[in-house]
Nanobody, 122 residues
Framework: VQLQASGGGLVQAGGSLRLSCAAS????????VGWFRQAPGKEREFVARVTWLGGSIYYSDSVKGRFTISRDNAKNTVYLQMNSLKPEDTAVYYC????????????????WGQGTQVTVSS
């Protein structure tokens, strides 16, 4: 499977963006899909994850209540709706696919998209 992340951009604090992660080459059906982000000089960190079939969802504490991960089976796409954005959300956002038991740990995922830049101005 190949992943294509899109939807990043520049937004003011308090604004919203929706990121998309489209899969090609194979269905997401047996995978978990996660969103991660990496700010300059920092390690890549977990944001949210959804299992494809079961819909099990998990968020990091830093985005819980502001971000929503969802999936569209027909379009083979996973979304990350980001509301109430803060300057500290500024980062390159990556989507990744892994086995259905993949967790919040980066090594759990074996396929990564190219990343999309999100910049939140204060």
């Amino acid at each position: 499977v190949q992943l294509q992340a899109s939807g990043g951009g520049l937004v003011q604090a308090g604004g919203s963006l929706r990121l998309s992660c489209a899969a090609s080459g194979r269905s997401f059906s047996s995978h978990a899909v996660g969103w991660f982000r990496q700010a300059p000089g920092k390690e890549r960190e977990f944001v949210a994850r959804v299992t494809w079939l079961g819909g099990s969802i998990y968020y990091s504490d830093s985005v819980k209540g502001r971000f929503t991960i969802s999936r569209d089976n027909a379009k083979n796409t996973v979304y990350l709706q980001m509301n109430s954005l803060k300057p500290e959300d500024t980062a390159v956002y990556y989507c990744a696919a892994g086995p259905k038991w993949a967790t919040e740990n980066v090594p759990s995922y074996d396929t990564w998209g190219q990343g999309t830049q999100v910049t939140v101005s204060s």
